[in-house]
């Protein structure tokens, strides 16, 4: 299930927007195909990202997968609670399990990215 209200990468991250600032997570099929998170490593506070651009990795039993950031923008805030507790991305990855929150400097970077129709076509031809 992909929340209409968020935007997706070809990454499987998603984001949500709200005025000049964007949440950060994976998606539940991010997740799905990585199996149980295990160990999660995340930006700095202040660090600026490019779309596309690398901003952290995501470990699990499985595979070690990186983060790829949807927008361009400064990290705003971390969650640091899922250092703690990486098991969160695998119960609410489009939820709780938020990782960062950006300022988005470039909005075009957010016109780019796939609306729930879009991804949910994107997850279906990977999945064949």
């Known amino acids: 299930m992909n929340p209409e209200e968020l935007r997706y990468s070809k990454d499987h991250e998603w984001i949500r927007v709200d005025g ?20 999660l490593e995340l930006p700095e506070v202040g660090r600026t990202l ?13 595979a070690v997968s990186e983060l790829f950031s949807p927008v361009t923008g400064e990290v705003v805030e971390v969650n640091s609670e899922l250092t703690s507790k990486p098991e969160l991305i695998n119960e609410d990855p489009q939820g709780e399990a938020w990782m960062v929150v950006v300022r988005i400097t ?4 957010v016109q780019a990215l796939m609306d729930a129709e879009a991804y949910k076509a994107l997850v279906e031809s ?3």
């Open 126 to 128: 990977e999945a064949k």
């Open 20 to 39: 000049d600032r964007g949440r950060i997570g994976i998606t539940d099929y991010a997740q799905n195909q990585l199996g149980d998170v295990v160990f």
């Open 106 to 109: 470039d909005p075009a970077s």
């Open 50 to 62: 490019t779309a596309g651009e690398q901003f952290g990795t995501v470990e699990s039993v499985k």
